[in-house]
């Protein structure tokens, strides 16, 4: 009787080892899930977060990168402070957790675009000669005319080299598809026509850039019946801006 007590108990024991061995794994996938969210920053910024439920515990792995304050139950701020990479976990009260990356750059290191901009100021009669160039093309077939009659324009790599006697105007555009593909230039008559200003602007990323050839006027508001001396600026003349 005792020993067949002692084998139930063996094999109880063996179920429940079996048991814990098939949950660890699962265990352990469940805590590698959390997503990991890429947080980029320049050097010397401060970046706040809120979170659903209070914040209970921080880890930062390299505090010389960047630091992470607690300054409410449920938001953080971010202070980047070198060049390089952390991570930072934050623990909620519901349980949870949010993993966050934080890449920290200094200015310098960020991407920047550069837009050159033309403007130009043409009389509405002075277009005399207007080219359209198209082009389709799949995987069965090939339609072209004009600057397109070939595919010399196209080289090894795909882009697309302009002639170098390009008119007044010229605009090259895919039209939002894959496979079709056009280019519009406009000749102005002699004299009719005057280049304005030719702006360079650089962007950094998530910063604008402007450009303004001109001035501001005050636009005069009328307040309770009587003209005012002052009021909302207007811009004139030629404005333009562009976002990283």
């Known amino acids: 009787m005792i020993g067949s007590?002692?084998?139930?108990?063996?094999?109880?024991?063996?179920?429940?080892?079996?048991?814990?061995?098939?949950?660890?794994?699962?265990?352990?996938?469940?805590?590698?899930?959390?997503?990991?969210?890429?947080?980029d920053l320049?050097?010397?910024?401060?970046?706040?977060?809120?979170?659903?439920?209070?914040?209970?515990?921080?880890?930062?792995a390299d505090p010389t990168v960047a630091?992470?304050?607690?300054?409410a139950e449920n938001e953080v701020v971010v202070n980047s402070l070198k060049s390089g990479e952390t991570d930072?976990?934050?623990?909620?009260?519901?349980?949870?957790?949010?993993?966050?990356?934080?890449?920290?750059?200094?200015?310098?290191?960020?991407?920047?675009?550069?837009?050159?901009?033309?403007?130009a100021e043409v009389r509405r009669n002075a277009i005399r000669n207007l080219g359209l160039s198209g082009l389709y093309r799949d995987d069965h077939t090939r339609v072209g005319n004009g600057l397109f009659n070939t595919d010399n324009p196209f080289d090894a790599t795909g882009g697309i080299n302009l002639p170098s006697t390009t008119r007044f105007v010229?605009?090259?555009?895919?039209?939002?598809?894959?496979?079709?593909?056009?280019?519009?230039e406009a000749e102005e008559t002699k004299g009719n026509a005057k280049l304005l200003a030719e702006p360079n602007l650089l962007a950094g990323n998530k910063d604008t850039a402007s450009f303004l050839a001109g001035g501001e006027l005050p636009i005069p508001v009328v307040q309770g019946g009587q003209q005012g001396?002052?009021?909302?600026?207007?811009?004139?003349?030629?404005?333009?801006?562009?976002?990283?």
């Open 229 to 244: 001396s002052g009021g909302s600026p207007s811009r004139f003349n030629i404005a333009s801006s562009a976002s990283g």
């Open 88 to 119: 930072a976990i934050l623990w909620l009260a519901n349980g949870t957790r949010i993993h966050y990356r934080i890449a920290v750059h200094s200015p310098s290191d960020r991407m920047q675009i550069a837009i050159a901009v033309k403007f």
């Open 5 to 39: 007590v002692a084998r139930g108990l063996r094999a109880c024991c063996a179920i429940s080892l079996l048991s814990l061995a098939c949950l660890a794994p699962t265990a352990a996938a469940q805590q590698t899930q959390t997503p990991v969210t890429p947080l």
């Open 42 to 60: 320049p050097v010397g910024r401060s970046f706040p977060l809120r979170t659903d439920a209070n914040v209970t515990r921080v880890s930062i």
């Open 67 to 71: 630091d992470v304050l607690v300054i």
């Open 170 to 184: 010229t605009v090259l555009s895919d039209l939002g598809t894959d496979n079709l593909l056009t280019f519009l």
